[in-house]
């Protein structure tokens, strides 16, 4: 049973733009936090944007903040991160997460309990 299952990752260059796109189970996407993660070869897992799907406040990482754009479907119970201009740092793989409830220290992947697959972004400089 496939409950948040990413897709829209690839290689970009430098400067481009890339559009993720994670859907999920109704139970899991309705008034909860949904959360974007990644994680970069050696690197810790990080969060980089969320949305309270039940109001949808806004929350990003410093490093992203007027890049990347978090955002909802309620319709098709999807959730959306829209990246523009990638840096090679972007690099890696990308993680949609949720957990039900707020999204209180959303940052700190154990407070996730549902996790998809994971899809790879790749920037090149």
């Known amino acids: 049973q496939v409950q948040l299952a990413e897709s829209g990752g690839g290689s970009v260059q430098a400067g481009g733009s890339l559009r993720l796109s994670c859907a999920a189970s109704?139970?899991?996407?309705?008034?909860?936090?949904m959360t974007w993660f990644r994680q970069a070869p050696g690197k810790q897992r990080e969060g980089v944007a969320a949305?309270?799907?039940?109001?949808?406040?806004?929350y990003y990482a410093d490093s992203v903040k007027g890049r990347f754009t978090v955002s909802q479907d309620n319709a098709k119970n999807t959730l959306y991160l829209q990246m523009s201009s990638l840096k090679a740092e972007d690099t890696g793989m990308y993680y949609c997460?949720?957990?039900?409830?707020?999204?209180?220290?959303?940052?700190?992947?154990?407070?996730?309990?549902?996790w998809g697959q994971g899809t790879q972004v790749t920037v090149s400089s």
């Open positions: 109704v139970y899991i996407y309705l008034r909860n936090c």
């Open positions: 997460a949720a957990r039900i409830g707020d999204c209180d220290r959303w940052t700190l992947p154990e407070r996730f309990g549902y």
């Open positions: 949305i309270y799907t039940g109001g949808g406040r806004t």
